[in-house]
């Protein structure tokens, strides 16, 4: 309810509004005074105070609405995720929908970094320091710094399926004097199953000049209140596909596919250049198809090169690597590819990538018609 007081009152009297006037310039003690009065005593309700200064008018409003949610925006009501308990990391659930799942009815890896991309936005502007979608802090936008990826690593040991909830859990650190590394890790909301990992590596570069440049102590204050306070790893392991380099394709790839163009509505991001997920689709693109009937993949490691941009037109070329893996289940199940990424025309590398892929259960054998 809304109580206004007349246009030529210059004070509140204790009658009227329960205030002294010397609660009007300490909105939050006059707040607390009122709840009681207008009924918005419980933890459920919300007094607003609108001060008019002409004419020193107080108005006081009981909302009944919860106080936490209306500090929110509709989108952080409804978004399943929040930090940890700590505030060094943070956790988000989503429900794989009917269009990210491909011919096996689960989840496509692109779908998949696409959600890993979801829960790092979340993530920062959840610290509150990020008002970008890019983990910008105030500084970095100030000089005309973003951070961009140079390398993701995904492991994938189980797909969900269409209505499978996930969790994902996600934490960044700090990687020598210009970068970040950022962790994932998926689980099977309903089993805590480890569905998979994932790893990233971004560094700050000059909006402007797309040159890198090195993170400053003041902006290192900025995000590293919000970063574990002992290094924590998604692939904690001596030695992990996360580290492998990547040899560059030299020989002629014996799969190709030429001519791939930006997809505008759904590739470009807000930097207008091409979001990283694309590359990993252009990637699979030149895949042979009888390994896709056949196999899933299993693990992704791509470097990024260079930037692309929405004219760019790409070439994807892939040929089969000696598999050199130590899988249990002996190597009839499991091959690995080397791909490279390049422009069309002067044949600028954009982008190399090593994949492994493991046989398909016999009951996800799909076969495209």
């Given at each position: 309810?809304?109580?206004?007081?007349?246009?030529?009152?210059?004070?509140?009297?204790?009658?009227?509004?329960?205030?002294?006037?010397?609660?009007?310039?300490?909105?939050?003690?006059?707040?607390?005074?009122?709840?009681?009065?207008?009924?918005?005593?419980?933890?459920?309700?919300?007094?607003?105070?609108?001060?008019?200064?002409?004419?020193?008018?107080?108005?006081?409003?009981?909302?009944?609405?919860?106080?936490?949610?209306?500090?929110?925006?509709?989108?952080?009501?409804?978004?399943?995720?929040?930090?940890?308990?700590?505030?060094?990391?943070?956790?988000?659930?989503?429900?794989?929908?009917?269009?990210?799942?491909?011919?096996?009815?689960?989840?496509?890896?692109?779908?998949?970094?696409?959600?890993?991309?979801?829960?790092?936005?979340?993530?920062?502007?959840?610290?509150?320091?990020?008002?970008?979608?890019?983990?910008?802090?105030?500084?970095?936008?100030?000089?005309?710094?973003?951070?961009?990826?140079?390398?993701?690593?995904?492991?994938?040991?189980?797909?969900?399926?269409?209505?499978?909830?996930?969790?994902?859990?996600?934490?960044?650190?700090?990687?020598?004097?210009?970068?970040?590394?950022?962790?994932?890790?998926?689980?099977?909301?309903?089993?805590?199953?480890?569905?998979?990992?994932?790893?990233?590596?971004?560094?700050?570069?000059?909006q402007d000049t797309r040159k890198p440049t090195k993170v400053s102590d003041?902006?290192?204050?900025?995000?590293?209140?919000?970063?574990?306070?002992?290094?924590?790893?998604?692939?904690?392991?001596?030695?992990?596909?996360?580290?492998?380099?990547?040899?560059?394709?030299?020989?002629?790839?014996?799969?190709?596919?030429?001519?791939?163009?930006?997809?505008?509505?759904?590739?470009?991001?807000?930097?207008?250049?091409?979001?990283?997920?694309?590359?990993?689709?252009?990637?699979?693109?030149s895949m042979p198809q009888e390994i896709i009937d056949t196999h899933e993949?299993?693990?992704?490691?791509?470097?990024?090169?260079?930037?692309?941009?929405?004219?760019?037109?790409?070439?994807?070329?892939?040929?089969?690597?000696?598999?050199?893996?130590?899988?249990?289940?002996?190597?009839?199940?499991?091959?690995?590819?080397?791909?490279?990424?390049?422009?069309?025309?002067?044949?600028?590398?954009?982008?190399?990538?090593?994949?492994?892929?493991?046989?398909?259960p016999t009951r996800q054998a799909y076969h495209s018609v």
């Open positions: 309810m809304m109580l206004k007081l007349p246009w030529s009152s210059t004070t509140l009297s204790s009658s009227s509004c329960n205030a002294a006037s010397s609660d009007i310039s300490n909105p939050k003690a006059l707040i607390k005074k009122q709840c009681r009065l207008f009924g918005a005593a419980s933890s459920s309700s919300r007094l607003t105070i609108s001060t008019r200064p002409r004419n020193d008018a107080v108005s006081c409003e009981a909302a009944e609405y919860s106080s936490a949610s209306s500090e929110k925006s509709v989108a952080d009501r409804l978004r399943q995720g929040s930090l940890t308990e700590d505030g060094l990391s943070y956790k988000e659930k989503f429900m794989v929908r009917c269009y990210e799942v491909g011919i096996n009815k689960t989840a496509t890896v692109d779908s998949i970094a696409n959600l890993l991309q979801e829960v790092a936005c979340n993530h920062v502007q959840s610290c509150g320091y990020s008002t970008d979608g890019f983990g910008t802090t105030t500084t970095m936008r100030k000089l005309h710094l973003i951070w961009v990826a140079t390398r993701m690593h995904i492991e994938i040991y189980k797909y969900p399926a269409r209505s499978d909830v996930v969790e994902i859990e996600s934490w960044f650190e700090s990687k020598g004097r210009i970068g970040i590394r950022r962790d994932w890790i998926l689980k099977d909301y309903a089993t805590h199953e480890v569905l998979g990992r994932a790893t990233g590596k971004f560094v700050m570069i000059n003041d902006v290192r204050k900025e995000y590293l209140g919000f970063s574990p306070r002992e290094p924590r790893l998604a692939f904690p392991e001596e030695k992990n596909g996360s580290l492998k380099e990547i040899a560059k394709l030299k020989d002629a790839a014996q799969y190709s596919r030429l001519g791939l163009v930006p997809r505008r509505a759904a590739d470009l991001d807000m930097n207008q250049h091409v979001n990283n997920v694309a590359y990993i689709r252009w990637v699979l693109e993949l299993e693990t992704i490691t791509i470097d990024y090169k260079e930037e692309c941009k929405e004219d760019d037109v790409v070439d994807s070329h892939t040929s089969p690597e000696p598999y050199n893996g130590t899988a249990a289940k002996g190597k009839e199940d499991y091959c690995q590819f080397l791909h490279l990424l390049t422009l069309s025309g002067d044949g600028l590398e954009i982008g190399r990538c090593y994949t492994d892929w493991r046989k398909k």
